[in-house]
């Protein structure tokens, strides 16, 4: 059996575990480790699978390691900072959410990677996915330790309920979209500088339009179910558009991946790389 099938099932019996424990015992202090496997497991697992499709032997345990805990640190409190100063409730607000975070995820991978020697796109995608799954599993960890906490006091029932949630759709979300960026970013990148191509530019803003559309499509059927008049379209057009936006992504990551070691892009300018 290979290492991410036995982290992850090793991983989800230990998360059923403690989700057992703590409904029996209702012992607050096994909190934070259902937390932690449940935000955890899915991102773990994720990028211990890529680690084994990389490309050169640049891409170290010990880079993998870097970029998942440190870029997905980095990436959260760039996001926390620029969102609480730079938003504010509008119809845009998602949109600028989308172009926030995937820039603040972006910034962090050009910068823990900034001294490879070749930065092939195959890596980069590896990289960047790592860095996105990062993000998420700290993501994750917060919103799970806030579901905890309603009006009729502490749910367990609810912290369960999101992290299976969150555990289900981690593979299409934020890894998924900095593997987009990382590939694109690192096709036209060499030695001593990364490329700031047109292709970047475009693929930046169409992630984030798939970002919005992720975090706002609730909001969206709900204005659309309410116009039709029909409860029941809610979760028929809240699943498909999150299915529709998966796919998106998913298909627009197989053509990266594909077109990864044989497109040479024409780069607008360079970024010299200090060491």
Known sequence: MTLWRRVFLTGFALWLLT???TFVTGNPNLIPTLVLLGSFLVPVTFVLWAYTR???GEVTAELLFSTF???GVLGVLAASLLETYLLHPNPLFFLG???IEEAAKLAALAFLCRRLQHKFAVDGVILGAA???GFAAFESAGY???ALFTQQGLSLMTLVETELLRGVLAPVGHGLWTAILGGVLFSASGQRHF???GRLLVSYLGVSVLHALWDGWQSIAQVITDIEGDPHLFTLLSWGGLIGVSLIGIAWLLVVR???DREVAVPMWRVPIRY
């Open 131 to 133: 860095v996105g799954f």
């Open 19 to 21: 989700v057992v424990v």
């Open 69 to 71: 805990v440190t870029g």
């Open 97 to 99: 959410v989308g172009l």
């Open 195 to 197: 490329a700031l191509t």
């Open 144 to 146: 799970a330790f806030t």
């Open 54 to 56: 990389r490309h050169s």
């Open 258 to 260: 594909r077109r990864a």
